[in-house]
């Protein structure tokens, strides 16, 4: 996705200081944004000093872009696990949609950072990190379309991409549901509950009713 940004000093560093830097500087990133969240901050959260810091990092947006390939490696491990299955693609999505349920409430800061840098506040920004983080996840879901067409486990007039696209938008929405208080408070408006008391049984029987239809219904 991105080139290798820290230093070698950062390699040798412990697992357990790497965890630490990292989870703070998502978490100040996800709630301050790129531009008020300060190095000096996450540095004395993270249990370090400043010039320790730097000999990490060159630059607060070393820093920044590490934090995302952090985020994304873990989203990017659970997406292959399910997209590389056997599975036919209604089992791939029921678990996809899962999978986002569990993701969205244990990495909650992640997709908040994820949300911070699409939003149109930094765009061109945004414009670099969307081309790079949904660059090759739109690449795996139009080839689990295409190979499932091929299959003909899915109705036949299908766009791959256009179906990609629109299915992705429905989890990064589920997403955004759970973690940031718009899109929290838009479900809330649409059903009348906080996404709280709903169940992720609940959840994934629902959407996956509505991803069905879309799949397998031909007109």
């Known amino acids: 996705m991105f080139e290798k940004r820290y230093k070698e000093a950062f390699e040798r560093a412990t697992d357990e200081r790497k965890e630490k830097i990292l989870e703070v500087g998502i978490k100040e990133f996800a709630s301050k944004g790129y531009e008020k969240a300060n190095i000096n901050i996450i540095a004395k959260k993270a249990g370090i000093s400043i010039g320790l810091m730097y000999k990490y990092f060159s630059t607060k947006e070393d820093l920044f872009i590490t934090c ?59 414009m670099e990190f969307a081309k790079a983080i ?57 059903t009348g509950v906080n996404v709280a008391e709903l169940s992720e049984d609940q959840i994934v029987r629902q959407l996956l009713k509505f991803i069905e239809s879309a799949f397998t219904f031909e007109k």
Do not use: H, W
Request: aromatic share 10%; with cysteine.
């Open 68 to 126: 995302i390939q952090r985020g994304m490696s873990i989203l990017d491990d659970a997406i292959d696990e399910i997209l590389q299955s056997d599975d036919k693609l209604i089992v791939k999505a029921e678990k996809l949609i899962r999978t986002t349920c569990q993701l969205s409430q244990r990495d909650a800061n992640y997709v908040k950072l994820y949300n911070e840098i699409t939003s149109e506040r930094d765009s061109e920004k945004a």
């Open 134 to 190: 949904e660059g090759e996840t739109s690449k795996k879901y139009v080839k689990c379309i295409t190979d499932a067409l091929a299959k003909g486990d899915v109705r036949q007039d299908m766009d791959p991409r256009l179906f990609a696209f629109f299915l992705d938008n429905l989890l990064t929405s589920l997403q955004f549901s759970f973690t940031c208080d718009y899109y929290r408070n838009r479900l809330e408006i649409y």
